[in-house]
């Protein structure tokens, strides 16, 4: 039966145009996406999509990567994270498949954020998730990142376990998302991105979300993602 949905959910994206069908939709009920994720973005109240999403999510399911510009508060969070799961679901990735996805993030406050949102949305999904940020002993979680299938984290902390972490295998790594793109690159991470993207296998799916535009964000989409539709729903787009 779960065969039959995957199936059906595939056909059903594969004959969506974000271009035609994603103007009529506003509902992530409308979407092609699988039950679960469904179920548990309804229980943690969320119906209606905002633009961003709207905009995004269409694009993102079909496989392409994307350069997504919203100002903060936008709900772009959803917008990225709705795409990791499904794309994960879509691959039938279980806790027995290793590093499927990255969330990169700029302060650990913000990743506690976006890990709180997905283990949420994600509760009814059976793939595993983790936290890596500063802060915490390296070595505790060493242990635990090896067996993840998503990592949600800061820039330093993923680059540190990617070039140290025994039995980090990136090879089945399905998509990257590089959150707070500007708010990164004004940090200083420029060096630990590229360290990150230099590890992940090319043929991945690259989501970038910034909330501002920037010759540095262009340059970083320009090198870390492939041919991405720029989507931006702020006045300056
Ligand atoms: P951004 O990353 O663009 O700053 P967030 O993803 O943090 O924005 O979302 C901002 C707020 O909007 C959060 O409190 C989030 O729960 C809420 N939100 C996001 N998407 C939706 C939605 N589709 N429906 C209702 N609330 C939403
Ligand atoms: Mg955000």
Do not use: W
Not at 125 to 151: C, P
Not at 176 to 195: P, Y
Request: aromatic share 4%; net charge negative.
């Amino acid at each position: 039966q779960e065969e039959e949905e995957l199936q059906s959910l595939e056909k059903r994206i594969q004959e969506f145009d974000p271009a035609v069908d994603g103007a009529s939709i506003s509902d992530f009920a409308n979407l092609p996406i699988s039950k679960a994720t469904l179920q548990g973005l309804k229980e943690a109240n969320f119906v209606t999509m905002t633009d961003i999403q709207k905009k995004t999510i269409c694009v993102s399911l079909k496989g392409d990567d994307v350069m997504g510009t919203a100002k903060t508060g936008s709900g772009k969070t959803l917008a990225f994270l709705v795409p990791v799961i499904e794309a994960l679901t879509r691959a039938q990735i279980t806790e027995f498949d290793g590093l499927a996805a990255l969330v990169i993030s700029p302060t650990r406050e913000l990743a506690v954020q976006i890990f709180e949102v997905l283990t949420k949305i994600g509760k009814y999904n059976s793939f595993s998730a983790g936290l890596v940020t500063g802060g915490k002993e390296v070595q505790f979680e060493k242990e635990r990142v090896a067996r993840m299938n998503i990592l949600v984290g800061t820039p330093g902390r993923i680059s540190q376990h990617l070039n140290e972490t025994v039995g980090m295998d990136t090879s089945n790594l399905q998509v990257l998302v590089l959150d707070e793109a500007d708010r990164c690159l004004d940090m200083g991470f420029k060096k630990q991105i590229d360290s990150i993207v230099g590890h992940l296998p090319p043929t991945r799916q690259t989501l970038l979300f910034s909330a501002t535009q920037s010759d540095n964000v262009s340059d970083l989409a320009r090198l870390s993602l492939t041919n991405p539709k720029r989507i931006g729903v702020s006045a300056d787009n």
